[in-house]
T-cell receptor, first 114, second 116 residues
């Protein structure tokens, strides 16, 4: 059973567009929500992360919006560039998890056309 | 330095072969992970070592045998694999969480394994 649900599965935008990737969870024990970016032939790399006492976090062109009551969070990429074309995974880990075990969404393959 | 190094990058093996994957990190992290990733899928956790002891085994078949010789090294020994074991094998490391929230996992580039 997928503990973190991610949509859409794939996304195509023009350069400069604002792709939005959505994730949802049910387990209220989750208290850390990272996003990983993976390029072909590479391992995932942490992009940005948020905790549930914050509703929004920005790092450069990447923004996470978090809705604790709805148990949803999303990634927005401002002024998207062809170099942002990659697979994006949302994830969650549980309060008190000393090993930070990650529960991944299924991933979104983003293509940004020049 | 936030690098996790995995060798080899590519490996082709027959079903009767024995091979090993290697992972190394010098960030002082005391938790190390093995993941399996199929194409267009998220990483699936296989094993977790914490302070060189196996903490989590996600019911992985015994043809996969992990080993953590020291705090910087993690190996995955492979024997009698099946074609369906072909995948990208990722290693990651992190610092076990003692206070606060959220521990960052740093991933290597992976070993692309093909079983013939």
């Amino acid at each position: 059973q997928q503990q973190v649900k991610q949509s859409p599965q794939s996304l195509i935008v023009q350069k400069g567009g604002i792709p939005i990737i959505n994730c949802a969870y049910e387990n209220t024990a989750f208290d850390y929500f990272p996003w990983y970016q993976q390029f072909p032939g590479k391992g995932p790399a942490l992009l940005i992360a948020i905790r549930p006492d914050v509703s929004e976090k920005k790092e450069g062109r990447f923004t996470i919006s978090f809705n604790k009551s709805a148990k949803q969070f999303s990634l927005h990429i401002m002024d998207s560039q062809p170099g942002d074309s990659a697979t994006y995974f949302c994830a969650a880990s549980k309060r008190g998890s000393t090993l930070g075990r990650l529960y991944f969404g299924r991933g979104t393959q983003l293509t940004v056309w020049p | 330095d936030t690098e996790v190094t995995q060798t080899p990058k590519h490996l082709v093996m027959g079903m009767t072969n024995k091979k090993s994957l290697k992972c190394e990190q010098h960030m002082g992290h005391r938790a190390m992970y093995w993941y399996k990733q199929k194409a267009k899928k998220p990483p699936e956790l296989m094993f977790v070592y914490s302070y060189e002891k196996l903490s989590i085994n996600e019911s992985v078949p015994s043809r996969f045998s992990p080993e953590c010789p020291n705090s910087s090294l993690l190996n995955l020994h492979l024997h009698a694999l099946q074609p369906e074991d072909s995948a990208l094998y990722l290693c990651a490391s992190s610092q076990p969480l003692t206070t606060g929230w959220g521990t960052i996992q740093y991933f290597g580039a992976g070993t692309r394994l093909s079983v013939l």
